[in-house]
């Protein structure tokens, strides 16, 4: 059989059964997996079991002959299991061909069973597991009553197989809905073990949700400080205003690192996480989007996610009593207060320090500051810099020109001095920005690709982009205000040269 990827709390359950000492008869609710799931569980059996005769198969599948072709698509005869498709399209005579073939399992529709069954060309006393997969496609000629009818007549003829099945024989069922049985289970057969979708629908994942009075941007800005994680995947829902959220992110004050995702673009998540930890942030999200996200993480295979939900109070309580979340490990806490939000931009601050990309300047600034600031005051100095620091508009009016007439000379100088060559001087246009990029010669990028993938990615040209200089561990560009803010919204966050890009405005301004 092909590789059937199923989430692994209901394969963990159907491994289970597997081990159990005695047949148990199971009705499975498994929504969009009840087709992998079945395939699973009869791949599962077929490595048990010997090759029979089709005439008398250990393991029979029965589907919609609708459902038929998508099972065969599934499926591929590996040497330790092979499957016999009897189809109600065939004639009479290619049907009698390949019953006289071994294999261990028969794939076949209930009516066509039962046609070989009365004809004596199929016998049941061998059978050890019938797996029943109730999963229908309605026809585009068929209105939804033919459509009930059609089901139920599946469900008749299941019944009447049954009958033909010894007492120890395994009966397993296996649907999209419980709804669509139709009639109480134990009429399918008397001891049923139903195993609903809350009973491993439920996240191995710890799901976090903040309750927030309202989600506007810098509401979601001040509750993202608090999230631990160097990188966030956000994912947000249709009531959520993304140009007001990439407008307030790109402006934090510490630079947040931060990706941006629809609910309706999962996909492209996906190729991005590559099978690692990552914390995902859903703001103003369903019960079906959660639930959906958790569903694909199921299969990315990743270890240790962590889940938070920016929620309003009606959207947590409908999450944390919905039937699909109910048995998640799931934490419910209100909107941080001020504090929280300043200690987690503190922490913030202590985790960029440590990958600073010009340590030498930060120590002559803490001389600088044990030189001029007595020892009894630094405490309360630190506290007002950082004040002003964390309470000043990202695009405030301080004066940058001043502060780039100060430092340019020192960068010419380190230049001159490194490289034994004259100092070039540029005067940068009015409104310029230079942008700190955390990736270098180190990892093989220099000014001709690091200028190319600003053109590519900003729609810019050449002649927009004033200065590159490529260090070892790190790089500055200066290009005007309006493509650095976009620079910081596009390219933060993407893998260059195999980093991952942190783009922020210099420090060096």
């Given at each position: 059989?092909?590789?059937?990827?199923?989430?692994?709390?209901?394969?963990?359950?159907?491994?289970?059964?597997?081990?159990?000492?005695?047949?148990?008869?199971?009705?499975?609710?498994?929504?969009?997996?009840?087709?992998?799931?079945?395939?699973?569980?009869?791949?599962?059996?077929?490595?048990?079991?010997?090759?029979?005769?089709?005439?008398?198969?250990?393991?029979?599948?029965?589907?919609?002959?609708?459902?038929?072709?998508?099972?065969?698509?599934?499926?591929?005869?590996?040497?330790?299991?092979?499957?016999?498709?009897?189809?109600?399209?065939?004639?009479?005579?290619?049907?009698?061909?390949?019953?006289?073939?071994?294999?261990?399992?028969?794939?076949?529709?209930?009516?066509?069973?039962?046609?070989?069954?009365?004809?004596?060309?199929?016998?049941?006393?061998?059978?050890?597991?019938?797996?029943?997969?109730?999963?229908?496609?309605?026809?585009?000629?068929?209105?939804?009553?033919?459509?009930?009818?059609?089901?139920?007549?599946?469900?008749?003829?299941?019944?009447?197989?049954?009958?033909?099945?010894?007492?120890?024989?395994?009966?397993?069922?296996?649907?999209?809905?419980?709804?669509?049985?139709?009639?109480?289970?134990?009429?399918?057969?008397?001891?049923?073990?139903?195993?609903?979708?809350?009973?491993?629908?439920?996240?191995?994942?710890?799901?976090?949700?903040?309750?927030?009075?309202?989600?506007?941007?810098?509401?979601?800005?001040?509750?993202?400080?608090?999230?631990?994680?160097?990188?966030?995947?956000?994912?947000?829902?249709?009531?959520?205003?993304?140009?007001?959220?990439?407008?307030?992110?790109?402006?934090?004050?510490?630079?947040?690192?931060?990706?941006?995702?629809?609910?309706?673009?999962?996909?492209?998540?996906?190729?991005?996480?590559?099978?690692?930890?990552?914390?995902?942030?859903?703001?103003?999200?369903?019960?079906?989007?959660?639930?959906?996200?958790?569903?694909?993480?199921?299969?990315?295979?990743?270890?240790?996610?962590?889940?938070?939900?920016?929620?309003?109070?009606?959207?947590?309580?409908?999450?944390?009593?919905?039937?699909?979340t109910l048995l998640m490990d799931q934490e419910t806490k209100l909107s941080p207060s001020p504090e929280e939000i300043t200690a987690g931009k503190l922490q913030l601050l202590t985790s960029k320090v440590k990958i600073d990309s010009n340590p030498e300047e930060?120590?002559?600034?803490?001389?600088?500051?044990?030189?001029?600031?007595?020892?009894?005051?630094?405490?309360?100095?630190?506290?007002?810099?950082?004040?002003?620091?964390?309470?000043?508009?990202?695009?405030?009016?301080?004066?940058?020109?001043?502060?780039?007439?100060?430092?340019?000379?020192?960068?010419?100088?380190?230049?001159?001095?490194?490289?034994?060559?004259?100092?070039?001087?540029?005067?940068?246009?009015?409104?310029?920005?230079?942008?700190?990029?955390?990736?270098?010669?180190?990892?093989?990028?220099?000014?001709?690709?690091?200028?190319?993938?600003?053109?590519?990615?900003?729609?810019?040209?050449?002649?927009?982009?004033?200065?590159?200089?490529?260090?070892?561990?790190?790089?500055?560009?200066?290009?005007?205000?309006?493509?650095?803010?976009?620079?910081?919204?596009?390219?933060?966050?993407?893998?260059?040269?195999?980093?991952?890009?942190?783009?922020?405005?210099?420090?060096?301004?």
């Open positions: 059989m092909n590789t059937v990827s199923i989430p692994s709390p209901l394969k963990q359950t159907l491994d289970e059964m597997a081990q159990q000492p005695s047949p148990r008869h199971l009705c499975i609710e498994s929504a969009d997996y009840a087709l992998y799931a079945s395939l699973y569980r009869v791949s599962t059996l077929a490595k048990q079991k010997k090759r029979n005769p089709v005439s008398a198969p250990s393991v029979v599948l029965l589907v919609d002959q609708d459902i038929l072709p998508s099972v065969r698509d599934h499926y591929s005869t590996p040497n330790e299991f092979s499957a016999t498709y009897v189809s109600e399209k065939q004639s009479p005579k290619e049907n009698l061909e390949v019953l006289h073939q071994h294999s261990k399992v028969l794939i076949t529709t209930p009516s066509r069973i039962i046609d070989h069954i009365r004809r004596d060309n199929i016998r049941l006393d061998k059978c050890t597991d019938v797996i029943v997969l109730h999963s229908f496609v309605q026809r585009e000629d068929e209105d939804d009553e033919q459509f009930q009818v059609r089901g139920q007549l599946f469900l008749d003829d299941c019944r009447f197989v049954f009958t033909k099945l010894d007492a120890a024989t395994n009966i397993e069922y296996f649907c999209a809905s419980l709804d669509h049985l139709q009639r109480s289970s134990k009429e399918l057969y008397e001891d049923v073990n139903i195993v609903p979708l809350s009973s491993w629908y439920r996240s191995p994942y710890p799901v976090t949700n903040i309750i927030c009075s309202s989600q506007s941007a810098k509401d979601i800005e001040d509750i993202l400080y608090t999230i631990p994680g160097e990188l966030l995947y956000i994912v947000h829902g249709s009531a959520i205003s993304k140009h007001a959220l990439l407008s307030r992110l790109s402006k934090a004050k510490p630079a947040l690192h931060y990706r941006l995702y629809s609910c309706s673009d999962i996909n492209s998540l996906q190729e991005d996480v590559d099978n690692l930890p990552i914390t995902v942030v859903l703001l103003a999200v369903t019960v079906d989007q959660l639930t959906d996200l958790i569903r694909h993480l199921y299969h990315w295979n990743g270890t240790d996610h962590r889940i938070y939900t920016i929620l309003k109070a009606n959207e947590a309580t409908t999450i944390t009593t919905s039937k699909e930060l120590e002559n600034l803490k001389k600088l500051f044990k030189k001029n600031v007595p020892f009894t005051q630094r405490g309360n100095v630190t506290a007002y810099l950082l004040r002003e620091f964390l309470n000043k508009n990202p695009r405030g009016t301080e004066k940058r020109k001043p502060q780039n007439t100060r430092k340019a000379p020192a960068e010419v100088k380190s230049d001159q001095n490194r490289d034994g060559a004259k100092p070039k001087t540029r005067v940068m246009p009015e409104g310029s920005r230079t942008l700190y990029i955390n990736i270098g010669k180190m990892r093989r990028l220099y000014s001709k690709e690091l200028s190319q993938i600003f053109q590519d990615n900003l729609s810019i040209t050449k002649d927009d982009i004033y200065s590159i200089r490529v260090h070892d561990k790190y790089s500055f560009v200066t290009l005007d205000e309006k493509h650095a803010e976009k620079a910081i919204e596009v390219l933060n966050g993407m893998e260059i040269r195999g980093r991952i890009a942190a783009v922020s405005y210099s420090n060096k301004e």
